[in-house]
């Protein structure tokens, strides 16, 4: 490798690129090796080293040495997916955040708050610059650089989300909108930072947001229809002999869209992360380089840029049936007539 | 496979965890307060200003634009007045030339032949008069003529006729 070194120092640049987060998962991996998997022989590690590279005798590797190898892996990726009291910075060692009851309730600090902190702040910063160029904005002036960006988002939701789902009154629930996508969007973002973590990826984060979602989309139903005709909504407009039916099934109706958010934009953000490490952990328990450098460095990369869009898709997803949602609720036409809308656009 | 149904079965994906809940639930509605107060009112109110000020913009241009191509077509209809003004004037000179030149040369041959006529007429006045004059010299000569003639010749009678027949000759000559 030094040879190498000297004589082509370009081609060794782009090894080391290629190569480097395969090392600092390495890293992570000598990690989570003394937490979970402390019990496991080093033996067993070294006798499925051998036969690795070769498909046909890792089959004949003993179930009971194959197992703790894999779960140590999963334990890996849940180390990285799930929520913990640890706030860890690899290489250089960790924090330990609060652990905060009361009243029976475990409230304490846990990574994903922080995570959502952290979001909060950049989020507070960001748009106290912004929206301090806007007060001094006269109607006249463009705006440019960092204003210009957020303005597009802003106005994306404004007219394309808001806008277009609900319609007349949608000012009311602007502020809700643009607060999510920002919020969901920076959670995506941050979780693909190296140090990060995603707190969209916890169901319980998700679960919130989305109740947000479904008091205010019952707010607006009620606002809309009033109590009577919120009620007379339940029962599809159907004969009182079928209430029976109609009853339940719209009533389980009301709790399927925000649960359906919830595992939505959840499993996106886990699903992303899992795959990522998962492509990289197939070249550790492989034992080979080869499948790195071919595999593994690749294909992580690609789901990695796959999982920039994603972060940016889900937040435009949550955001716009959140929208359509509150739209539906607060449609003041009937069901049918304003499925014929919706067909006629 | 082996990994992703170790990590379903742990379960701890799916389990609830109520401070978090507690505490996302604190936070976000603390963000979406203060960034209401800091960054949504004073965007959406700019936005929303611009919007309306380009609405105008483009109210004013079309507004400026209908003026115009009003002015435009006014212009024209002048223009295709004046230009029809002009036409008849040419053309009412022309007219007016063309009778005044028609009528001069009418009432100039009309003179001249007047003055042809009138000429004529002295011409024959004075042919009539020198006639006349001419008439009575020879008149007067003959009687001259005579009187020698009868001073020397008395028969009066005869010499009376030669006379006579003398003027007659003259007259039928003179015709």
Redesign the interface.
């Known amino acids: 490798m030094k040879r190498v070194n000297v004589i082509q120092a370009k081609a060794f640049l782009k090894v080391v690129a290629l190569l480097a987060p395969l090392l600092l998962n390495a890293n992570g991996l000598a990690f989570a090796l003394p937490e979970n998997a402390s019990g496991v022989p080093q033996k067993t590690a070294t006798a499925v080293a051998a036969p690795a590279p070769v498909a046909s005798p890792a089959v004949a590797v003993p179930a009971p040495a194959a197992a703790p190898e ?2 140590k ?2 334990d890996v ?2 180390h990285h ?3 913990n009291n640890v706030f860890a910075f690899e290489p250089f060692g960790s924090v330990n955040l609060p652990r ?1 009851v009361v009243g029976g ?6 990574k ?2 922080v995570m ?2 952290v979001v ?1 702040a950049i ?2 910063v960001v ?2 610059v ?3 160029k ?2 001094k ?1 006269t ?2 002036t463009a705006p440019k650089g960092l204003v210009n960006a ?2 597009a988002l ?2 994306f939701i ?1 007219t394309d989300v808001a806008k277009a789902n609900i319609g007349v009154g949608y ?1 009311k629930y ?3 909108l ?3 996508f ?2 969901i969007l920076l959670c995506n973002l941050l979780g693909l930072v190296p140090y990060g973590a995603t ?1 969209t990826g ?4 998700t ?3 989305a ?2 979602t479904f008091f205010i989309t019952q707010v607006a139903a009620l606002k809309a229809h009033g109590v009577k005709g919120y009620l007379a909504h339940l029962t599809g407009g159907t004969h009182p002999a079928l209430w029976i039916i109609m009853i339940p099934i719209e009533f389980i109706g009301l709790f399927t869209k925000p649960v359906a958010l919830t595992i939505r934009l959840f499993a996106n953000m ?1 699903a992303g992360h ?1 795959v990522i490490l ?1 492509l990289i ?1 197939i070249s550790f328990i492989l034992k080979s380089y080869i499948v790195a450098v071919a595999m593994s460095v690749p294909f992580s990369i690609f789901i990695y840029l796959l999982e920039l869009f994603v972060a940016f898709l889900q937040a435009f997803i949550f955001t716009m049936l959140s929208a359509l949602f509150i739209g539906l609720a607060s449609a003041h036409e009937g069901h049918e007539e304003h499925e014929a809308g919706v067909a006629h656009h | 496979m ?3 149904g ?2 379903l079965l ?1 379960g ?3 389990s ?10 604190i ?2 509605v ?3 307060l ?3 107060k ?10 929303e ?2 919007e ?2 380009i609405q105008s913009s483009i109210d004013r241009a079309h507004s400026a634009k209908d003026e115009s191509e009003a002015i435009l077509r006014k212009n024209k209809e002048l223009l295709a007045k004046a230009d029809a003004e002009s036409d008849r004037i040419i053309r009412e000179g022309k007219d007016y030339s063309d009778k005044l030149r028609s009528d001069i040369t009418e009432k100039a041959q009309s003179e001249a032949k007047k003055m042809i006529a009138l000429a004529k007429d002295e011409i024959e006045q004075e042919k009539r008069r020198a006639l006349d004059v001419l008439r009575n010299e020879v008149a007067d000569l003959a009687i001259k003529g005579a009187e020698k003639i009868i001073k020397a010749n008395l028969d009066a009678d005869t010499q009376k006729k030669i006379v006579d027949s003398m003027i007659q000759d003259l007259s039928t000559k003179r015709n």
């Open positions: 894999e779960e892996a999963g990726i849940m997916i799930l929520d905060i309730f475990d409230i304490s600090i846990t994903h708050v959502l902190w909060s989020l507070l748009f106290s912004v929206g301090s806007y007060k904005m109607p006249r957020m303005e802003v106005e404004r000012e602007l502020v809700y643009l607060t999510v920002f919020f707190a916890n169901i319980n984060v679960l919130t947001l109740t947000f886990t899992i998962s952990f | 082996l990994t992703s170790i990590i742990a701890s994906l799916l609830p965890n109520p401070g978090l809940i507690f505490w996302t639930a936070t976000f603390i963000v979406l203060i960034l209401k800091i960054a949504w009112g004073p965007i959406i109110g700019a936005l200003e611009r309306k000020g």
